[in-house]
C-alpha cells in the first residue's frame, strides 16, 4: 500500500488558504502517454492492417479530421502548421475524402455507429466553401453515423465567410466551435487575431442567427494584457450573444510558442501570476452559476439542450476514434495513433494505398483504471466503488487519506464513497488527476508485480 511518505507528495496547501489560487505551487498536465509503449516504425502497418480487419468493439465511436491549415499563425498556439494555399488545400481535400472512402470499406468501420465526427485543425474553415462541403458529405455518406451523430467544425471568425457557414450547414454540420479567444480588440490584435470586437461579435450574432447549428465560443483566459475587468467584460459579451456553450481555457504557454519568446524577450507583458489565474476561473465559474448554465465539463458550459460537448466527453471516456488527415490522431482499444504531420509525407504514403502512420504506441494493464479517473475527474465526479470493482483491488482505503486531505483543502467533498470537486478542485483538476494515475501506477503497475 501507498506509505504516507508517498501520499504526501500530493497533499493541496492546508486549511485556511485559498484553494483556488493556493492549493499547489503549479498547474499539473495530465500525460497522455502514460502507461504507453511505442511501437517500432516497421511494425506500425501490419497492426494497423489487423486492427482494420476485426471488428470494432462495443460502444460509441467518434472521428476526427485534422485539416492542418491556417490563415496565420496566432501567437499563442502551439498547433501551427502549414498557411493555407489554395491549390495545397485542393489536393489535401482530395487525400482526406480518399482515405475515408477506403476505410470505410474495412471491417473495423462497418460495425458500431460513429456518435461524433469533429473536424478540427490548425483551422478547418481555411478551406474553401466547396472543400468542407465534400469532406462532410463524405463523412455523411461514407461513415456509419449514429442518427443523432454530432458534427462539428472548429474555425475562426476571420476567413469563415457566409458561403462556407452554409456549404457546412447544408453537407451536415450541426455544430460550430468558434475560437474567440477574447473580444477584447487590444487583446485580441496582441495575439495576431486580426478581427476587432465589434466585427467578432457581428460574425456570432450572424451565426447565432441561422439557427440551424449549436454555436459554441472559446475563450481564454490568462492573455497578457487580459486583467479581470477586461474577461468579465468577454464572459458578458458572450453571454449576451446567445450561443448554444461556451469553453473557458485557461492560457498554456508554450515554450515554442511566438507568445513564450515575445515575453522572455520583454516584447510583451507577463501573463496573469497563478493567483490571479484561479480568480479568472472562479469569475467564470460564479458567472454562469448564477445564470443557470449547465456545466457539462470542467470547462464548458452549455444554455440549451441543443449542446451536448459530445467528442470532447467521449474521447475522455476511452471511446475508439478513427482518425482522417494529416496530424491526426486517434485510437483504436489500446492503440493510439498519429498521423504524419508532414504534408508530403502524408501524400506519398496515401497515394502508396497505406495509413500515413507516424507513431503507434500501445496502452498498459492499467488503461482503463487511468480513463476511469480522466473521466470522471472532467466532469467533477468520481465514484470509488467503481474503481474498486474496475481495478479488482479494494483501492478505496488506499486513496481515502489523499482523498481526505484534498477535502480539507477544499477542493472537493467525499461522502458515500463518491468524491464531488468543487469549484477550486475543477480549477486544479489535473493535477489530481496527475496524482491519482500515479498511485495506481505506484498500487497496481509492473514494478508492484514483481516486487
Not at 187 to 212: N, P, T, W
Not at 362 to 372: K, V
Request: aromatic content about 8%; glycine content about 10%.
Amino acid at each position: 500500500m501507498a506509505s504516507s511518505e508517498d501520499l504526501a507528495r500530493y497533499f493541496a496547501a492546508g486549511t485556511g488558504l485559498d484553494p483556488l489560487s493556493e492549493a499547489f505551487s503549479r498547474r499539473g498536465a495530465v500525460m497522455p502517454f502514460r502507461g504507453k509503449r511505442r511501437l517500432p516504425p516497421e511494425e506500425m502497418q501490419d497492426v494497423w492492417l489487423e486492427l482494420q480487419s476485426q471488428p470494432a468493439k462495443p460502444g460509441k465511436r467518434l472521428a476526427y479530421i485534422h485539416v492542418p491549415f491556417c490563415a496565420n499563425h496566432c501567437l499563442f498556439c502551439g498547433f501551427y502548421r502549414n498557411a493555407y494555399v489554395p491549390q495545397i488545400g485542393a489536393d489535401y481535400t482530395e487525400l482526406v475524402i480518399e482515405e475515408i472512402r477506403r476505410e470505410a470499406q474495412t471491417t473495423a468501420l462497418r460495425h458500431n455507429p460513429i456518435h461524433a465526427v469533429y473536424l478540427g485543425g490548425g483551422t478547418p474553415t481555411a478551406l474553401s466553401a466547396e472543400e468542407l462541403s465534400r469532406i462532410i458529405t463524405t463523412v455523411r455518406t461514407e461513415l456509419p453515423l449514429a442518427p443523432d451523430c454530432e458534427i462539428t467544425v472548429e474555425g475562426r471568425i476571420i476567413h469563415f465567410t457566409p458561403d462556407k457557414i452554409d456549404a457546412c450547414l447544408e453537407a451536415g454540420a450541426n455544430r460550430f466551435s468558434i475560437g474567440v479567444q477574447t473580444f477584447d480588440t487590444d487583446v485580441r490584435k496582441r495575439q495576431g487575431r486580426r478581427s476587432s470586437r465589434e466585427e467578432a461579435v457581428r460574425f456570432l450574432e450572424y451565426l447565432r442567427d441561422q439557427d440551424r447549428a449549436a454555436v459554441v465560443i472559446d475563450l481564454i483566459y490568462g492573455l497578457p494584457g487580459q486583467t479581470l475587468d477586461v474577461w468579465q467584460r468577454d464572459l458578458e459579451t458572450a453571454v449576451d450573444i446567445g450561443p448554444d456553450g461556451l469553453d473557458l481555457y485557461g492560457l498554456n504557454l508554450i515554450p515554442t510558442t511566438p507568445l513564450f519568446k515575445a515575453i522572455e524577450a520583454g516584447k510583451f507583458p507577463a501573463t496573469p501570476s497563478l493567483n490571479q489565474i484561479g480568480a479568472f476561473y472562479r469569475t467564470g465559474a460564479d458567472f454562469f452559476r448564477r445564470r443557470n448554465w449547465r456545466q457539462i465539463s470542467n470547462n464548458h458550459w452549455a444554455r440549451t439542450t441543443r449542446e451536448r460537448n459530445l467528442y470532447n466527453l467521449l474521447i475522455k471516456q476511452g471511446a475508439d476514434c478513427i482518425a482522417f488527415g494529416s496530424g491526426a490522431g486517434g485510437s483504436i482499444g489500446p492503440v493510439g495513433y498519429g498521423l504524419s504531420g508532414d504534408l508530403a509525407v502524408y501524400g506519398d504514403d496515401m497515394r502508396a494505398g497505406r495509413k500515413s502512420l507516424g507513431m503507434m504506441m500501445i496502452s498498459d494493464e492499467l488503461s482503463a483504471l487511468r480513463t476511469l479517473v480522466t473521466a470522471g475527474f472532467e466532469v467533477g465526479h468520481l465514484d470509488l466503488g467503481q474503481l474498486d470493482r474496475t481495478s479488482g483491488r479494494a483501492m478505496t482505503p488506499v486513496l481515502e487519506p489523499l482523498i481526505a486531505q484534498w477535502q480539507g483543502a477544499g477542493l472537493l467533498s467525499f461522502a458515500g464513497g463518491i468524491v464531488e470537486l468543487t469549484t477550486a478542485g475543477r480549477f486544479w483538476y489535473s493535477n489530481l488527476i496527475a496524482a491519482l494515475h500515479d498511485i495506481l501506477t505506484l498500487e497496481l503497475g509492473p514494478s508492484r508485480d514483481a516486487a
